[in-house]
């Protein structure tokens, strides 16, 4: 197989993660036989200080040239202490989705057994657990008209979606779900919101197409709190933008941590894979981060993506061989963990690669 994949480091940790997830993809494409090709681009903040813009114009046209994207994160310490910047790192990143149609992210909740301590939730709770999120991702109040008084004391940002949105996104979800446990909850506020009222009764409408999916609606404030209280009732949850952004935060905890987490934003064409933590700031440049998310975006990648069911395998047999060996990063060891056995990001890194290596290169 023949593809031209670019990668975006971006911010932060993206950079050092994005390697090894780049390193991954290199020894899949070598023990497959696949031809994979690489560009790269600036997206972010690394953008706005080399062009004065988030997503520049050469940026956008490699990648609607690319047949996916593997992107690290984005982000600066200055703009969450500067709310009054107007050019953002984050605009980049909402521009990009726009730009490619990028309307479903598919966050799935892989939880190791290895981990279960490694969450502040009782293994019990957590065991069994297979979450798999999709959120809407180019409507809701992120995309929706934003306003200042000219006091600057009133804003407002409207929370507005057009049923295409929430019927194309719906479909997707229901699809997944007749491949998993044909169970769907859909996530919304739909007692208070009239753009929630007009998601459940899309969503409703769209459910009679999968009469072999039961369907479920629950209200966000109760779904953040089931989610901890109960996380293996859950199959596929469908949710809006706001309500995604949060709840697959959260989720995080219940694989352990955020560096634990991938995801695959998708639409018509060009893929977009990358872990869900942000840029880090704080532990940049100290071989802190955790590999594992970037590592798993691309096993997304290869099996969303490209089709590639059995390679994408490979990385999560890696990945879960790594952990049964009790390797872990600072951000997924427990008390129980061998101190020796604490690796920084390259080391975790390397560690993956060597067994994918044994598995491709018998």
């Given at each position: 197989?023949?593809?031209?994949i670019?990668?975006?480091?971006?911010?932060?940790?993206?950079?050092?993660?994005?390697?090894?997830?780049?390193?991954?993809?290199?020894?899949?494409a070598?023990?497959?036989?696949?031809?994979?090709?690489?560009?790269?681009?600036l997206?972010?903040?690394?953008?706005?200080?080399?062009?004065?813009?988030?997503?520049?114009?050469?940026?956008?046209?490699?990648?609607?040239?690319?047949?996916?994207?593997?992107?690290?994160?984005?982000g600066?310490?200055?703009?969450?202490?500067?709310p009054?910047?107007?050019?953002?790192?984050?605009?980049?990143?909402l521009k990009?989705?726009?730009e490619?149609?990028?309307?479903?992210?598919?966050?799935?909740?892989?939880?190791?057994?290895?981990?279960?301590?490694?969450?502040s939730?009782?293994?019990?709770?957590?065991?069994?657990?297979?979450?798999?999120f999709f959120?809407?991702?180019?409507?809701?109040?992120?995309?929706g008209e934003?306003?200042?008084?000219?006091?600057?004391?009133?804003?407002?940002?409207?929370?507005?979606?057009?049923?295409?949105?929430?019927?194309?996104?719906?479909?997707?979800?229901?699809?997944?779900a007749?491949?998993?446990r044909?169970?769907?909850?859909s996530?919304?506020?739909?007692?208070?919101?009239?753009?929630?009222?007009?998601w459940?009764?899309?969503v409703?409408?769209?459910?009679?197409?999968?009469?072999?999916?039961?369907?479920d609606?629950?209200?966000?404030?109760?779904?953040?709190?089931q989610l901890?209280?109960?996380?293996?009732?859950?199959?596929?949850?469908?949710?809006?933008?706001?309500?995604?952004?949060?709840l697959?935060?959260?989720?995080?905890?219940?694989?352990?941590?955020?560096?634990?987490?991938?995801?695959?934003?998708?639409?018509?064409?060009?893929?977009?894979?990358?872990?869900?933590?942000?840029?880090?700031?704080?532990?940049?440049?100290?071989?802190?981060?955790?590999?594992?998310?970037?590592?798993?975006?691309?096993?997304?990648?290869?099996?969303?993506?490209?089709?590639?069911?059995?390679?994408?395998?490979i990385?999560?047999?890696?990945v879960?061989?790594?952990?049964?060996?009790?390797?872990?990063?600072?951000?997924?060891?427990?008390?129980?963990?061998?101190?020796y056995?604490?690796?920084?990001t390259?080391?975790?890194g390397?560690?993956?690669?060597?067994?994918?290596t044994?598995?491709t290169?018998?």
């Amino acid at each position: 197989m023949k593809k031209n994949i670019l990668v975006i480091p971006g911010d932060g940790i993206g950079p050092e993660v994005t390697t090894w997830g780049k390193a991954v993809l290199e020894q899949i494409a070598k023990g497959f036989g696949h031809d994979f090709s690489y560009d790269e681009a600036l997206m972010g903040h690394a953008a706005i200080e080399a062009t004065g813009n988030p997503l520049p114009d050469e940026t956008l046209e490699k990648a609607k040239k690319s047949d996916a994207i593997l992107f690290g994160a984005v982000g600066h310490a200055k703009y969450d202490n500067d709310p009054s910047l107007k050019v953002r790192p984050e605009q980049g990143l909402l521009k990009i989705r726009k730009e490619l149609g990028l309307y479903a992210n598919l966050r799935p909740i892989l939880l190791f057994d290895e981990l279960l301590n490694a969450s502040s939730i009782k293994p019990a709770i957590l065991k069994g657990t297979d979450i798999l999120f999709f959120r809407e991702l180019t409507g809701d109040v992120y995309f929706g008209e934003k306003t200042r008084s000219e006091d600057k004391n009133t804003a407002s940002d409207l929370m507005i979606y057009h049923r295409y949105e929430v019927e194309r996104i719906a479909r997707k979800a229901f699809e997944a779900a007749m491949q998993r446990r044909k169970r769907l909850c859909s996530v919304d506020k739909a007692n208070v919101l009239e753009s929630s009222r007009l998601w459940r009764e899309t969503v409703q409408q769209v459910a009679k197409e999968y009469p072999e999916v039961q369907t479920d609606h629950m209200f966000i404030d109760n779904a953040a709190m089931q989610l901890i209280k109960d996380p293996k009732q859950f199959d596929v949850v469908l949710t809006a933008n706001l309500f995604g952004d949060i709840l697959t935060d959260e989720a995080s905890q219940i694989a352990g941590s955020m560096g634990m987490l991938a995801s695959a934003s998708v639409g018509e064409s060009t893929g977009f894979f990358e872990p869900i933590h942000g840029s880090a700031h704080d532990i940049t440049g100290k071989n802190l981060a955790n590999p594992l998310a970037s590592i798993l975006s691309v096993s997304l990648m290869l099996e969303i993506g490209f089709g590639l069911k059995d390679e994408a395998k490979i990385i999560i047999d890696a990945v879960d061989q790594v952990l049964k060996e009790g390797f872990r990063t600072n951000d997924i060891a427990d008390d129980t963990t061998n101190p020796y056995k604490v690796l920084g990001t390259k080391e975790m890194g390397q560690l993956v690669l060597k067994f994918i290596t044994q598995k491709t290169n018998p």
